[in-house]
C-alpha cells in the first residue's frame, strides 16, 4: 500500500512565502513523476508543477518565476516552494505520483490535500 503525505500548507500574507513537502511511501519500485496539483473552491484541480524522473519539470502558467519544485529521489519525497504568493494561489494543494512496482505495474496515487490560504 502506498502513501502520499503532505506538509507545509498554511495560512500566508500575500507576497509570503510557503514550502510543501510530500512523502511517498509503501510499495513503490520505481517513481516515474511527482508533481503538485491544486483545486481552489468551485474549480477543477489543475496542475500546479510536475517533475518526471527523467529530470524534466513542468510547470502551470501562472505559477512559472514563483514556484519551484524539486525532488529528493533518496528519500521519494517532492518539494513545492511558493515564493510570491497571491490571492489566487489559495486552493487545496495535493501530492501526486506516478509510479511502478517491482513487477512493473503503474500506478497513480493522490495524497490527502494540504490548505494554502493566501490573505492578508
Known amino acids: 500500500q502506498v502513501r502520499l503525505v503532505e506538509s507545509g500548507g498554511g495560512l500566508v500574507q500575500p507576497g509570503g512565502s510557503l514550502r510543501l513537502s510530500c512523502v511517498a511511501s509503501?510499495?513503490?519500485?520505481?517513481?516515474?513523476?511527482m508533481g503538485w496539483y491544486r483545486q481552489a473552491p468551485g474549480n477543477q484541480r489543475e496542475l500546479v508543477a510536475v517533475?518526471?524522473?527523467?529530470?524534466?519539470?513542468t510547470y502551470a502558467d501562472s505559477v512559472k518565476g514563483r514556484f519551484t519544485i524539486s525532488r529528493d529521489n533518496a528519500k521519494n519525497t517532492v518539494y513545492l516552494q511558493m515564493n510570491s504568493l497571491k490571492a489566487e494561489d489559495t486552493a487545496v494543494y495535493y501530492c501526486?505520483?506516478?509510479?511502478?512496482?517491482?513487477?512493473?505495474?503503474?500506478?497513480?496515487?493522490w495524497g490527502q490535500g494540504t490548505q494554502v490560504t493566501v490573505s492578508a
Open positions: 501526486n505520483s506516478d509510479y511502478s512496482t517491482i513487477s512493473g505495474t503503474h500506478y497513480n496515487h
Open positions: 517533475s518526471t524522473s527523467g529530470g524534466s519539470t
Open positions: 509503501g510499495s513503490i519500485f520505481r517513481i516515474n513523476a
